[in-house]
């Protein structure tokens, strides 16, 4: 009788971890659901990725959940325009290779992502920041800007780095520049004066 019991004990003991992993992935597969219902039917893109980076968090989650949450994370970053896409494709290629589909999935859409700048610089194309103030308007080469310097209207040269004031402004009234097809020329409107006024650049 005392053996029968140790032996029962003992089949309790292994199935008490099999049962909560079934729990486990079982509610890791809901909360799938959820996170996809929030992506796909919600558009609540924030709020499903949250949902998918919980799914691949949880210790034990099935392997091929954990592939599908990670190409869904990176699906939606891809909607927002964010680069974190790239990193959670790459992450499943690394980490879940042996998930075929899920991976055929993100090298194809790795493949489709714009290059990053260091790929770019690489074929022989630089990317440099050459302006970080708003500008109100672009000549048409794009080699001047017209931006707002204090309340005073100005104009940067891309070419040479410089800048220059163009119209001093009253109360800050001056605005709405417009610059002529060849470049020479800014047109733009004073409230002080309440007429246009022209000046060369």
């Not at 039917?41 to 099935?62: N, R, T």
Request: proline letters at 3%; charged letters at 25%; a positive charge.
């Amino acid at each position: 009788m005392m053996k029968k019991w140790q032996t029962s004990c003992v089949l309790i003991v292994l199935l008490l971890p099999s049962l909560a992993i079934g729990q486990k992935n079982r509610a890791t597969e809901v909360l799938l659901k959820a996170a996809m219902n929030n992506e796909l039917v919600d558009g609540d893109l924030k709020a499903a990725i949250e949902q998918y980076k919980k799914i691949v968090a949880v210790p034990g989650v099935k392997r091929a959940l954990a592939a599908r949450a990670l190409l869904h994370i990176g699906i939606c970053y891809e909607k927002l325009g964010k680069f974190e896409a790239r990193e959670a494709y790459e992450r499943l290629l690394r980490d879940y290779a042996d998930q075929q589909e899920q991976v055929a999935a993100a090298r194809a859409r790795l493949a489709a992502l714009v290059e990053s700048p260091t790929d770019i610089e690489a074929s022989g194309v630089v990317v440099r920041q050459v302006w970080t103030r708003p500008a109100l308007v672009v000549s048409p080469d794009g080699r001047y800007l017209i931006f707002k310097d204090r309340d005073d209207l100005a104009v940067h040269d891309l070419r040479i780095g410089e800048n220059r004031r163009l119209a001093r402004g009253t109360r800050g009234f001056t605005a709405y520049p417009a610059i002529s097809p060849d470049g020479q020329q800014v047109a733009y409107l004073s409230w002080a004066r309440a007429r246009s006024c022209e000046s060369s650049v």
